[in-house]
């Protein structure tokens, strides 16, 4: 699942940038400030679709691990 949060933030870059309010000196800064100003939080998942319908895809891959040899 994707963070809310940092797609926010990279979603409010993309508009500071094409509206030529960003800028570069100031960096992630500026741009968090920004974002602050637009960001509800709200219980669902992305625009209102409830968590449970949206499918998760991939995960962690787990190693197998090889049982220790005891040597004689």
């Known amino acids: ?22 800028k ?15 960001w509800k939080k709200h219980g669902g998942g992305p625009d209102g679709v409830e968590e449970s319908s949206v499918v998760e895809e991939g995960g962690r891959r787990h190693r197998r691990t090889q049982k220790k040899r005891r040597h004689h």
Do not use: C, D, F, P
């Open 1 to 22: 699942m994707v963070n809310k949060w940092i797609v926010h933030v990279k979603k409010t870059m993309r508009q500071m940038k094409s509206k030529g309010t960003y």
């Open 24 to 38: 570069k000196g100031m960096g992630l800064k500026q741009v968090i400030k920004e974002a602050k100003k637009t």
